[in-house]
């Protein structure tokens, strides 16, 4: 079952395409590109209403404890900076295609990801890459990588009944074979690619 849930991510990762390299360096600096600050650790795109900043920090605070929960702790301190925008997400490098990225230790969220659920996702690469020395992380398949924070997540798009959903409506999807040889990132984002085209369906059947 943990395996179809793997499979299931390989898809449903599509919908987030996030995890990949993004040209984040104005996330260095989110107050000089539109952000505001909500606690030290948590911006958001200016205008947000106050449910929304009240959603990040508690979002926040349910991410933390699961990332504690699985890892026994938490070694990284990532920043999120959280777009209620498509034009924002677009302007830190988010692209229409992807829900949430990543970037070292500064997660980028759309505003279709403002849940735990993504927080927690790319919290886990965070996580996993301050745990790892560069060569280490360099080596982990990224395959295990995004179990893990599939895992962690439990995210919807990640649960058994959306595989059974993938099942069901034959969208076409990577075997178990096929998904252990996405070792690399490239790799990954390769096979993103490659059935992103049924992916973005998901989107619309989730
Ligand atoms: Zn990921």
Redesign the pocket.
């Known amino acids: 079952m943990r395996y179809l849930k793997l499979l299931s ?1 390989m898809l449903s ?1 599509i919908t ?1 395409s ?2 990949s390299i993004l040209q984040g360096e104005k996330l260095l600096a989110p107050e000089s590109f539109g952000l505001t600050p909500v606690t030290l650790s948590i911006y958001v795109e200016a205008g947000a209403d106050k449910a929304t900043r009240i959603r990040l920090r508690e979002s926040m605070e349910k991410a933390e404890g699961a990332i504690r929960m699985a890892y026994g702790g938490v070694a990284s301190r990532p920043t999120v900076n959280a777009c209620i925008t498509e034009e924002c997400y677009e302007s830190f490098g988010g692209g229409r295609g992807s829900l ?1 990225k ?1 970037y070292g230790k500064h997660i980028l969220l759309s505003p279709r990801a403002l849940n735990w659920h993504f927080l927690a ?2 919290w ?2 965070a996580e996993m890459s301050t745990r790892l020395t560069f060569f280490a992380w360099k080596l982990m398949p990224q395959w295990f ?2 179990g893990v ?2 895992a962690i997540s439990e995210a919807p798009e990640h649960s058994e009944s959306h595989w059974q959903f993938l099942v069901a409506t034959h969208v076409p999807r990577p075997t178990r074979e096929e998904l252990q040889t996405l070792k690399s990132l490239k790799q990954w984002l390769d096979a993103i690619h490659k059935y992103e085209k049924w992916g973005q369906v998901l989107i619309i059947g989730i």
């Open positions: 991510l990762v987030i996030g995890c949430a990543v996702h790319e886990s690469h990588d995004e924070a599939v």
